[in-house]
């Protein structure tokens, strides 16, 4: 079956720290997305990549970056943190072909 | 650019009443349409979808027909139960752009006994 592991349910930060989530997927899959899912917004896609070391901007990416050094794992970093990132984040996983995505279970930061 | 709109919730139903949840849409050419289903706790998941103009997706008792000459696809179900509670998001698959999806609000649906 299919799976898209986020490395933390939970996480709590202070302003300014340095912040990675993490996503790992076990299906050999090209291309990752992460997304940040905020009440009356649904979700809005940050940054993705198709393949190992390339990314592309989504929607959102300004105060974000991202990192794809293997297939399986897609990270996402918050370079300074602020308090209007504390949000829900959402990684997917889907096949290059016609195939819809599969998400994870999402992390909720807070920043303080 | 590409949009998504969604009926407001919370939407409140007895057990067994018939749903609605209201989904249209903003794209240009033919673009593939989802809805997508995210129970407490969990990350979301695939609950049906339609690649062409008047085709019906369904699922778990669930339906939604594409309709392209009123940008719609509206999410229906006969008989709601307890378990349906959930938040539902309606997406579309943006044309000439691989795998990204356009979301709309989501519509969080309680049922009650």
């Known amino acids: 079956d299919v799976k898209v592991t986020q490395s933390s349910r939970y996480l709590v930060k202070r302003t300014g720290e340095k912040v990675f989530l993490e996503c790992v997927q076990d299906m050999d899959h090209e291309n990752m997305f992460w997304y940040r899912q905020d009440p009356g917004l649904g979700l809005r896609l940050i940054y993705f990549?198709?393949?190992?070391?390339?990314?592309e901007k989504g929607d959102i990416p300004e105060g974000y970056s991202v990192s794809r050094e293997k297939k399986e794992r897609f990270s996402l970093i918050l370079e300074s943190a602020s308090t209007n990132q504390t949000s829900m984040y959402l990684c997917?996983?889907?096949?290059?072909?016609?195939?819809?995505?599969?998400f994870g279970d999402g992390t909720r930061l807070s920043i303080l | 650019g590409d949009s998504v709109t969604q009926m407001e919730g919370p939407v409140t139903l007895s057990e067994e009443a018939f749903l609605t949840i209201n989904c249209t849409y903003t794209?240009?050419?033919?673009?593939?349409l989802f809805w997508y289903v995210q129970y407490p706790g969990e990350g979301l998941q695939l609950l049906l979808k339609a690649t062409k103009a008047d085709d019906k997706g369904s699922n778990k008792g669930f339906e939604a027909t594409y309709r392209k000459e009123t940008t719609s696809f509206h999410l229906e179900k006969g008989s709601v139960q307890v378990s349906d509670s959930a938040v539902y998001f309606c997406a579309l698959r943006r044309n000439n752009a691989g795998n990204m999806l356009t979301f709309g609000g989501g519509t969080r649906l309680m049922v009650k006994p």
């Open positions: 990549s198709y393949d190992v070391k390339m990314k």
């Open positions: 997917a996983s889907t096949s290059s072909s016609n195939q819809p995505q599969h």
């Open positions: 794209a240009t050419g033919y673009p593939s």
